[in-house]
């Protein structure tokens, strides 16, 4: 069976489970982060903060499975903000943010691929190949401009940037002022366009984080025997 069949196959018995889920079957921990985050927060998530949104297949996922959840979606590349744009522009629980977050605050320059996913700050796909001055600032500055005193889910996928962010909401992450924190990280030293799992837990239990899990772990290698990256979930150390 082919690799591409196997992932279709997957993917429909992940939808099939998550459906029973939702009429009442019982939902098994670490599986599907909807339901976990409405067991840990013991209420239903009624805020998000999309850092990296793209072109918004994750603020679609958030607002089917987070009913009456008001989105922020953060993208810095024009042309994915333009597709996040026409899909979301008139939605009333969306608000769109053409702006990159990190540890400082200015323009920087990112590194465009083929493939939109990949732009990064991070790595380029080639020496020569094309870039885009984007509007940076700090998720601290951001909040305050915003008057967003508290989220229940921070979302992060930048492509290997991820620690820049997280260095500039430290004030917010150690405040307590995001709940959960939902972070691509990798598993491979050296791998430039992710963020190693280690460092980006070090930091957020120093900001009072406990880690809670991973999703969508993604295995690679011959047997499928090596770790390659992941979707990892922080709590705040109060949550009951």
């Not at 196959?9 to 921990?29: E, H, L, Q, W, Y």
């Not at 850092?51 to 989105?71: H, M, P, R, W």
């Not at 990190?102 to 083929?114: H, P, Y």
């Not at 492509?159 to 709940?179: H, T, Y």
């Amino acid at each position: 069976m082919s690799l591409n069949w196997k992932y279709h196959i997957g993917k429909a018995t992940f939808s099939i489970m998550d459906m029973a889920v939702r009429f009442g079957a019982p939902s098994p921990t670490g599986l599907f982060l909807n339901h976990d985050l409405v067991r840990f927060l013991g209420r239903p998530v009624r805020s998000v903060i999309d850092v990296g949104a793209n072109v918004g297949d994750t603020v679609a996922e958030y607002l089917s499975k987070f009913q009456d959840c008001q989105i922020h979606a953060l993208e810095p590349v024009s042309s994915n903000f333009k597709i996040l744009s026409d899909r979301f522009h008139n939605h009333t629980r969306v608000t769109l943010h053409p702006l990159a977050l990190g540890a400082e605050t200015g323009t920087k320059v990112i590194n465009l691929w083929r493939n939109r996913e990949y732009h990064s700050f991070s790595r380029q796909e080639t020496a020569s190949g094309p870039t885009e001055s984007v509007n940076i600032t700090t998720l601290d500055a951001w909040v305050a401009e915003e008057k967003i005193s508290s989220v229940d889910l921070l979302k992060i996928d930048a492509e290997g940037f991820e620690m820049s962010i997280v260095k500039g909401a430290d004030q917010f992450l150690r405040k307590g002022n995001a709940l959960a924190v939902f972070v691509e990280v990798g598993f491979i030293h050296g791998d430039i366009g992710k963020t190693h799992f280690s460092a980006m837990d070090d930091f957020l239990v120093d900001c009072g984080f406990i880690f809670s899990g991973f999703y969508q772990f993604l295995r690679w290698g011959e047997r499928k025997q090596k770790a390659s990256f992941a979707n990892g979930l922080w709590l705040w150390h109060t949550l009951k």
